[in-house]
């Protein structure tokens, strides 16, 4: 169909991609012929696309009801970059600002309108809208509207008013919620006509899931930063204490950091999250308030200090690393003590809520202490299956091996028998090890028969295996009685009748990926990394120069791909995911120029660079001198130079003309011999067919200019 084709035009110039996402082309060829839809689609997915690139290519303007402010102004700035005409109306804008907006609005330069829920509603707005040419509404972040969800918001509830005002015009309407309930309220409150419903995949393949023992936490955070340098991310804390104190001992040692609560003043947070948007801090310690309205899409990873509450939590919190599809991190520390505390928490709350709440912990406690695939319980969790191991998980990486544990959970059991159930974990650890602590001489647990026989299994691994024999039911947990252990039936059966146990153990040895990353790394992904670090710096200037986040220059992943292909000109630039035309014109030439100059600095260090030993000649070539002059600079021989410029020619560099070095007349000639035997024979056979009357280069020239200009 014609507008589809349209539309991936559209992707190509403004966005830079070369194609839809699967869902994306199904949901822009409905909208383009007027179908209502809704989208179910993790974040990062992909939802604006959706409706940005149709309000591109259908005649008039799209409205767009957003309920996050900030968002809405991220947004707009990034659709102005890619060189869409776009505006916003809530009630951050002076009257005089919401007049010129009106006013752009009524001219017809605009293709996109973000508005509030509330701007929408108020009194005249509608009439407001009816003076323009509404393409298409698309009510984002429509699970607001469900008085069951998260983010209630009342005036969502009253958009149905634009089904009856404006019934011929299309309606998409999108969320990162996957709830089933949440999506027919949407289709029912908004009056869409017989939608059609997108479901993608809630996973998010790119995030690498990790869980840690909690123990000596902060030391394994700093370790994980030096192996993330200078990449953004967002540490999750319980507590505001908690944020301000890991804030504090990382500023301490140099980490650019800050923190994120609550309690901070409403001015104190904006500066915090600015900071962050802009890349000018690298670390925010935040209370999970943080993270909502923000669309930061180079976040590279997500560490939990302390135990979520919920999978629901986790798994949003998580999510908003690595929006734009390259590799990021998932840390979650787990520690025993964090559920305890947790339970606490929640069972001094309102009962009937409670005993949901601590079914949602005890989830919560599995995914931590898992032996299978993490990422195939979060997903199962969500109502998802999958049919193999995700391969992006420590446990997928790193895959426990199961051995028979008799002897070792009989120690524990008779020890919790010989001490009258009064152990609680930690303690029973103590005891098994045979410590001398204060609590194990006070009780006098040194004089039972058990004291010291788990010596040789480190306090950590005896932590994991009463771990996995608490969730097998081979013992319980007292949470009325300071969480001691007690015995079971099935205990019994281990300690009296001989019944087996299997445990899991994990195997030290083998390290998780994003371990061995930086370690010895092979020269040429060095190199790389070097250069992405010289595009991220330059990224940051643009932006700042510009007056937008860095994310908003070009995505983590578009500056990765740039790393590892090295385009040097503009139709190699504009080959790369996230490029698109109008982008190029602002930012492609400081980029091409920054890749071209970091190629021949390697050159000169020595470092063998693909594809730069031609670079050096063409800028030797720009500074005036002539192949001759470069050969004998570079002590190569002067047929290697004018072959760089056959490379350069062919690679479309416009400013090399070869006509310089090979008159119009000779190619002529020459390319009829060449046109014979092809552009792929060998100079040697060309050269004799051309009775040795043609140097070598000039026929070099002429196979660039054959093959560039074609027959
Ligand atoms: P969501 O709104 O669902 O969270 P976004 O619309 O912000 O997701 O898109 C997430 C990232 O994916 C952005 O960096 C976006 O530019 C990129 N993206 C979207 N569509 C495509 C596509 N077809 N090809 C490549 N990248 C895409
Ligand atoms: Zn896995």
Known sequence: MMEIREAREALKLYFGYDNFRPMQEQIISCLLQKQDVVVLMPTGGGKSVCYQVPAVVMPGICVVISPLIALMKDQVEALLVNGIQAAYLNSSLTPDEQYRVENACLSGELKLLYVSPEKLLSSGFLSFLKRLQVSLFAVDEAHCISAWGHDFRPEYTQLKILKQQFPGVPMVALTATADRLTQKDIQEQLWMQDPKVFIASFDRPNINLMVKPARDRFNRITEFLDRHQGQPGIIYCLSRKGTESIA?????????????????????????????????????????????????????????????????????????????????????????????????????????????????????????????????????????????????????????????????????????????????????????????????????????????????????????????????????????????LKLTDQSRQVLFEGRQVQLVKFDEIKQPAEETISRARPKREQIKDALFERLRTLRKRLADEYGVPPYVVFSDSTLMEMAAEKPTNRIAMLAISGVGSLKYERYGYDFVNEIINFMTDEQEKGNKVKGATHLVTYEELKKGNNPEQIAAMRNLNPVTIYSHLATLYEQGYDDVDLYRFVTKKEYQAISKTIAGMGADAKLKDLYEALNEQYEYYKIRLSIAIYKRNGA
């Not at 069972?347 to 601590?358: A, I, R």
């Not at 919790?416 to 001398?436: C, F, P, W, Y």
Request: charged share 25%; hydrophobic share 35%; glycine share 8%.
């Open 248 to 484: 504090d001992k990382l500023k301490r040692k140099g980490y650019r950091a800050t923190c994120y609560h609550a309690g901070m003043s409403a001015q104190q947070r904006a500066k915090a999250q600015e900071a962050f948007l802009k890349d000018d801090v690298q670390i925010v310690c935040a209370t999970v308030a943080f993270g909502m309205g923000i669309d930061k899409s180079n976040v590279r990873w997500v560490i939990h200090y302390n135990l979520p509450k919920n999978i629901e939590g986790y798994y949003q919190e998580i999510g908003r690393a690595g929006r734009d599809g390259a590799k990021s991190d998932a840390l979650l520390f787990y520690s025993f003590a964090d559920v305890m505390s947790m339970r606490s928490m929640l069972t001094e709350g309102n009962e009937k809520q409670t005993e949901l709440q601590l079914v949602k912990l005890d989830r919560m406690q599995q995914y931590a202490e898992a032996t299978i695939c993490r990422r195939r319980i979060l997903l199962q969790y969500f109502g998802e299956t999958m049919t193999k191991n995700c391969g992006n998980c420590d446990i997928c990486r790193n895959p426990p091996t199961s051995f028979d544990g008799t002897l070792l959970a009989q120690k524990a059991l008779s020890a919790i028998a010989r001490s009258q159930e009064r152990l609680n974990m930690g303690l029973l650890t103590d005891v098994l090890r045979g410590s001398r602590s204060a609590q194990v001489l006070e009780g006098g647990y040194d004089k039972i028969k058990t004291y010291g026989a788990g010596r040789d299994t480190s306090p950590m691994d005896w932590q994991r295996y009463l771990h996995q024999m608490l969730n097998a039911g081979l013992m319980e947990l007292a949470y009325d009685q300071n969480y001691s």
